[in-house]
């Protein structure tokens, strides 16, 4: 059905990848050519909505070393309509097969589609959004029709890399009625680890381009000098692809004819590459059950109340246990992504506000 959908990648692509060494990934990814290739062993496929958008970043990227399974990503080539009706198949189809799609896509307007493609299992969607500033209850952003009113499969919203000089006043209060999540840049940049559970937590990252720096990615539509230098935004798409929960990704917002110097197309294609490095190292330990994991229980005596707290061993991660009866329909969200020292917070009978939030979303 993919054929139906997809147009393989461009010629002059594939030819420009004859010339690349055998240790590029451009010669060990699956490529739509003639015929979609064989999905077996595909573990991540990349759609891209327009050769326009996407074109530089996949010769950047196709430069990289492969350092991943052979047969493993597969690059499916782009819409034979730049139509979100006809994106929203595709995306179903592979979260269908247990592939994850990676959405790269020139506008903004696309993210719409990655989340619509979650509808078919009638599952309650996290959604976690790198970006500089929010445009949630901007009319005409892909967010507003999400949230204005609140589709009624978004569980939980978080927002990463915000710029508070351009938050408008009031939504950050929007946002807490609503127990949703953000963290500001500085605060994200200062200690990177704290983005993480923001991120372990979704079932899709939408990354916007524009939350990076005008110096590292001028090739956005309204670039900004303050954002993330490009290596603490691919960290933060390596801890995404680590996230055993995550099963679909967007990168949006590249303008090839505002770039300079291929600057952005590199940028974007390192972002991805980082997030295969995290996919491809993941631990397996999102606890769908208690094997490997170690109980703590805290005491909150002042309020007679407990709360509970597992660690991986393999990986160190640490998860809270919403300690409320929930309905079927919660279960997957019943444990929140936390850190060790959210697990500290909590002996000292402090809980700090995004647990906070957490516990109240199910109230």
């Not at 204005?148 to 009625?177: A, C, E, K, V």
């Amino acid at each position: 059905m993919l054929q139906n959908w997809l147009k393989p990648i461009p010629a002059t692509l594939l030819k420009y990848t004859q010339g690349l060494p055998d240790s590029a990934l451009g010669k060990q990814i699956l490529l739509y050519s003639k015929e979609l290739p064989e999905m077996k062993k595909v573990r991540v496929a990349l759609i891209s909505t327009s050769e326009k958008d996407t074109g530089p970043i996949r010769e950047q990227l196709y430069k990289m070393a492969m350092h991943f399974p052979k047969g493993s990503i597969a690059d499916l080539g782009n819409l034979r309509k730049p139509d979100l009706s006809v994106l929203i198949p595709v995306l179903t189809e592979l979260l269908t097969s247990k592939i994850v799609p990676i959405v790269l896509a020139g506008s903004d307007d696309w993210a719409t589609a990655q989340f619509l493609a979650y509808q078919h299992n009638k599952a309650l969607v996290n959604l976690t959004i790198v970006d500089e500033q929010p445009k949630f209850l901007t009319p005409g952003s892909p967010y507003h029709a999400l949230l204005n009113p609140r589709h009624p499969s978004l569980f939980h919203l978080s927002l990463i890399g915000y710029q508070i000089h351009q938050t408008p006043s009031g939504m950050l209060d929007w946002m807490g009625q609503h127990h949703f999540d953000a963290l500001r840049l500085g605060r994200s940049k200062v200690v990177p680890e704290e983005a993480e559970p923001y991120l372990r937590d979704a079932d899709a990252v939408m990354f916007h381009l524009a939350a990076l720096k005008q110096s590292d990615a001028p090739g956005v539509l309204s670039p900004t000098p303050s954002g993330y230098f490009l290596e603490e935004a691919c960290q933060l798409c390596r801890y995404a692809g680590m996230s055993d929960k995550l099963t679909s990704f967007g990168l949006y917002g590249f303008q090839f004819d505002r770039d300079r110097d291929a600057q952005t197309a590199q940028a974007g294609a390192q972002l991805l590459w980082y997030f295969f490095d995290g996919f491809f190292n993941r631990k397996n330990d999102y606890p769908a059950t208690k094997d490997g994991l170690t109980e703590y229980i805290v005491d909150f005596r002042k309020l007679n109340y407990q709360l509970t707290f597992w660690k991986s061993s393999k990986s160190g991660r640490w998860w809270m246990q919403i300690p409320i009866a929930t309905k079927r329909k919660y279960e997957r969200h019943r444990l929140v992504p936390c850190s060790y020292q959210d697990y500290q917070s909590a002996c000292r009978e402090e809980l700090p506000d995004r647990l906070m939030a957490a516990l109240q979303r199910f109230e």
